[in-house]
């Protein structure tokens, strides 16, 4: 962890700053050029997620033979077709301009359903299934507009700071919160209770809760890593009083041991422990920060407020479809058989 300068001998008069010595190669502390997180696989586990979970709303299963093997090309074509939609929307993510960027987005994501939807009908139904296919597929794709629609806005952002920095690292993790979120908003697609089937028989919804289980835990781990990010802006922000201006070009600070890069700001402190006997000819860098701590804590504030929110909205969900399911499988219970009179 950063530590305020430690105080120096008597003998040794502090510097106001660090002064960079005459010579030497060094590391250079600012990192590698950022490089804008990829949508294919965000898409993909959207797409995969969302084909099981189109089933259970549809209630693939309960026809029998009529929808057999309906459930398996869900779960390949759709990933499949988010995963295309991931490859052609990626030059998106750097369009100065947002409504465009958005809007080509929704015709890739709505284009993409109807492909889908229709290859799926004729997948199973022949040609008759075309129409009915394709129109399926674009219902469909408007419920998972919004999904796709958050992960680009994540994707958006990340590329404000600097590559590898607090920011950036929370940034990076608000595209896997949107995928989480958008799965966990996606169970509520086993609360429609279709009481009445043919063949009297009630697909399972397992797995679909399951996932939602797992989408709140991945929000709380991701909301864990933003509560950690920021209780380190708001340390070093309290320890910066006690650190010198510091130049980025100085060796001292680019070999410096502790280094922590905020993201936000050019601003470069260090904490310096200053020489004490004579034969030292520099002060030695304990430590360094760099960019704005104020900007960082603002926006990691965000970023954790919105992990909170996710994580609220996500329990939910997830709670009110499990208990929705529970009270329909005790409502269609059989009731138990009364006991025989003597």
Same mark, same amino acid.
């Given at each position: 962890m950063l530590q305020p300068n430690a105080p120096a001998p008597a003998s040794a008069a502090a510097p106001a700053s660090v002064s960079a010595p005459a010579a030497a190669p060094t590391p250079a502390l600012a990192p590698a050029p950022s490089r804008v997180p990829r949508l294919s696989l965000p898409y993909a586990v959207l797409g995969a997620v969302g084909g099981w979970m189109a089933a259970d709303f549809f209630r693939v299963g309960a026809l029998k033979l009529m929808d057999a093997g309906l459930r398996p090309a869900f779960v390949v074509v759709t990933p499949l077709c988010a995963l295309l939609l991931g490859v052609l929307v990626q030059p998106t993510v750097h369009w100065p301009r947002r409504a465009a960027a958005f %809007? =080509?987005?929704? /015709? !890739?994501? &709505?284009? =993409?359903? &109807?492909?889908g939807g229709a290859l799926i009908g004729v997948m199973r139904w022949s040609r008759w299934g075309l129409g009915e296919g394709a129109a399926t597929g674009f219902v469909c794709a408007l419920g998972f507009l919004p999904a796709f629609a958050? /992960? &680009? $806005?994540? $994707?958006?952002?990340?590329?404000? $700071?600097?590559?590898?920095? &607090?920011?950036d690292r929370a940034d990076r993790r608000a595209v896997w919160l949107a995928v989480a979120v958008s799965v966990a908003l996606g169970t509520l697609a086993a609360l429609p209770d279709w009481n009445v089937f043919p063949t009297g028989v009630r697909p399972s919804l397992e797995v679909s809760r399951t996932l939602g289980v797992a989408a709140v835990a991945a929000i709380f781990a991701l909301c864990l890593g933003d509560a950690v990010a920021l209780a380190r802006a708001l340390r070093v922000e309290r320890l910066l009083s006690a650190m010198r201006p510091a130049s980025a070009d100085d060796p001292r600070v680019a070999w410096s041991p502790r280094k922590l890069d905020l993201g936000l700001g050019e601003e470069t402190r260090a904490s310096v422990l200053s020489a004490a006997v004579v034969y030292r000819e520099h002060d030695r860098v304990l430590s360094v920060v760099r960019g704005n701590p104020r900007d960082a804590r603002r926006a990691l504030l965000g970023a954790f =407020?919105? !992990?909170? /929110? $996710? %994580?609220?909205v996500g329990g939910a969900c997830v709670s009110l479809t499990g208990a929705r399911t529970a009270s329909a499988a005790d409502a269609t219970a059989p009731a138990p058989i009364a006991a025989e009179a003597r």
């Open positions: %809007l =080509a987005a929704a /015709v !890739g994501v &709505l284009s =993409a359903g &109807l492909m958050l /992960v &680009l $806005a994540a $994707a958006r952002r990340v590329g404000r $700071a600097r590559p590898g920095s &607090l920011v =407020a919105c !992990g909170v /929110v $996710a %994580l609220g």
